[in-house]
């Protein structure tokens, strides 16, 4: 891995190098020519002078006209250069190279004002023109070829000491990054080692397995969610293990008793009669309550439980459910409501039915008698509140919020042979988050225990 990261690293910064290098070259020599342009144009100055001088005193261009080396002439004499072009002269101050008409006088020509050729050779692609004038008119125009190419010597010889300078400076680059990439590869590698071993043991099946996490850069944040994950499949873990045992635990009870009814029954020390059957078909009930709600929550699960969503008023609803559930309470039983209608929210009304009946269950089941209920329902910004609160016993704080885990009892004393499942909260809380909503226990005013339930409202009616 060391070795991937380093050549990755490497390659990538040579690259850019290599391309830097490149169009500094480029660069340069674009430059280098503006320059040189530039100057040529400063040295024919006095040469555009002298031609406004040369018409003025002779009237018109035809004297030069037919005579290619009169501008020549005029150029040598203007800038104090011998009668011969560098190349031919024993002197060559800038080294042209014989045969290459590139000196300034080459690429020089004459227009007159209406821009026909005077003198020279005309080559107008990329020419640059200088107006010639007289007695404040244009009276004609210095053309000049600019350059586009170094071919003097001087020229070529400072360009290839440039190209010679970038090149040792890239060169030092480069080295430079190799060991830099080399030293980024090893610190990688040395961070990234811990993950793979701990990615292993993970995928191996050891989730108890953490790395040592030192600083607050990407890779440190790296561990820690690293460490999460590993933390997360730890518990999810063991919660499947427990889950499993809990199940076989439920299981065990209801079928432990019908094996020992059956076995009476087989060995003649009970006999068939209605109490008897009556024993039965309770146990097998309740075998059966238990697999229909471990089938709901592993349907919750998959997210496959079905839902029949409708615009409802939770208030009106609530209303109709809580006043024929009144039948079923005991007679010492007190139950107040305080709904505010018009709430409207998506529900399905049977599963919001099984939400409530699982919590007045609940309450039925543990609450000491005179059983005391409160129920209301409020607004609570963009959601409806929908609040459940009976009376003692209630339940120690740490315990609230494991209530909703699955099979979960928060005091042995609410023991199996009161008929629950231990499964009636974690379905209510599948079914209100199915509903994106939420549940949440603290102590109640009545001394027992208080669940909010938070719904999400619909601001806008569709128009039908």
């Known amino acids: 891995m060391r070795t991937k990261l380093f050549l990755l690293i490497a390659a990538a910064n040579m690259l850019l190098i290599l391309l830097a290098y490149a169009i500094f070259n480029w660069s340069f020599e674009r430059s280098m020519l503006e320059y040189l342009n530039r100057v040529d144009?400063?040295?024919?100055?006095?040469?555009?002078?002298?031609?406004?001088?040369?018409?003025?005193?002779?009237?018109?261009?035809?004297?030069?006209?037919?005579?290619?080396?009169?501008?020549?002439?005029?150029?040598?004499?203007?800038?104090?250069?011998?009668?011969?072009?560098?190349?031919?002269?024993?002197?060559?101050?800038?080294?042209?190279?014989?045969?290459?008409?590139?000196?300034?006088e080459d690429r020089l020509f004459l227009l007159d004002a209406d821009r026909t050729v005077v003198i020279g050779p005309v080559?107008?692609?990329?020419?640059?023109?200088?107006?010639?004038?007289?007695?404040?008119?244009?009276?004609?125009?210095?053309g000049r070829t600019p350059r586009r190419d170094l071919v003097a010597e001087l020229d070529q010889t400072v360009a290839q000491r440039q190209k010679q300078q970038y090149a040792l400076i890239a060169l030092a680059l480069l080295v430079a990054v190799a060991l830099n990439a080399a030293l980024i590869a090893r610190w990688l590698a040395a961070k990234l080692a811990p993950l793979d071993a701990g990615a292993r043991a993970v995928a191996g099946g050891d989730y108890s397995v953490r790395i040592r996490t030192v600083g607050r850069d990407e890779m440190a944040q790296l561990g820690h969610?690293?460490?999460?994950?590993?933390?997360?499949?730890?518990?999810?873990?063991?919660?499947?293990?427990?889950?499993?045992?809990?199940?076989?635990?439920?299981?065990?009870?209801?079928?432990?008793?019908?094996?020992?009814?059956?076995?009476?029954?087989?060995?003649?020390?009970?006999?068939?009669?209605?109490?008897?059957?009556?024993?039965?078909?309770q146990e097998v009930a309740r075998l059966t309550?238990?697999?229909?709600?471990?089938?709901?929550?592993?349907?919750?699960?998959?997210?496959?439980?079905?839902?029949?969503?409708e615009t409802q008023d939770l208030g009106e609803w609530l209303a109709d459910y809580l006043h024929d559930a009144r039948t079923g309470l005991p007679q010492d039983a007190q139950l107040d409501t305080a709904l505010q209608p018009a709430l409207l929210i998506r529900m399905d009304a049977d599963r919001m039915a099984q939400v409530v009946s699982n919590l007045m269950q609940n309450t039925l089941r543990y609450t000491h008698p005179?059983?005391?209920?409160?129920?209301?329902?409020?607004?609570?910004?963009?959601?409806?509140?929908?609040?459940?609160?009976?009376?003692?016993?209630g339940v120690a704080e740490e315990a609230r919020a494991h209530l909703t885990d699955r099979l979960y009892r928060a005091e042995s004393s609410r023991a199996r042979s009161e008929g629950g499942s231990g499964l009636g909260l974690s379905i209510a809380c599948a079914i209100v988050q199915g509903h994106q909503g939420r549940m949440l226990a603290t102590h109640s005013r009545l001394g027992g225990l208080r669940w909010d339930i938070f719904l999400p409202l619909v601001l806008e009616v569709p128009n039908a």
């Open 41 to 104: 144009d400063r040295r024919l100055a006095p040469l555009v002078q002298r031609l406004g001088d040369e018409y003025a005193a002779r009237g018109s261009w035809q004297w030069m006209r037919g005579n290619a080396d009169t501008l020549g002439v005029l150029l040598h004499e203007t800038l104090g250069l011998s009668a011969y072009p560098p190349h031919e002269s024993p002197q060559n101050p800038r080294g042209i190279h014989p045969g290459k008409p590139l000196w300034i």
């Open 370 to 393: 005179p059983v005391r209920l409160r129920v209301s329902l409020v607004r609570q910004g963009d959601e409806a509140c929908l609040v459940w609160e009976d009376s003692a016993p």
């Open 123 to 142: 080559n107008r692609n990329g020419a640059w023109l200088t107006p010639i004038s007289s007695g404040g008119q244009v009276v004609g125009y210095l």
């Open 225 to 281: 969610s690293f460490n999460s994950m590993a933390a997360a499949l730890e518990a999810a873990k063991q919660s499947r293990q427990r889950w499993v045992a809990d199940i076989a635990h439920e299981l065990r009870t209801p079928l432990a008793t019908l094996q020992a009814e059956i076995e009476a029954l087989q060995d003649g020390v009970r006999t068939l009669d209605a109490a008897r059957m009556a024993s039965l078909l």
């Open 289 to 309: 309550r238990l697999v229909n709600d471990l089938r709901t929550l592993s349907l919750a699960d998959m997210g496959a439980l079905d839902y029949r969503m």
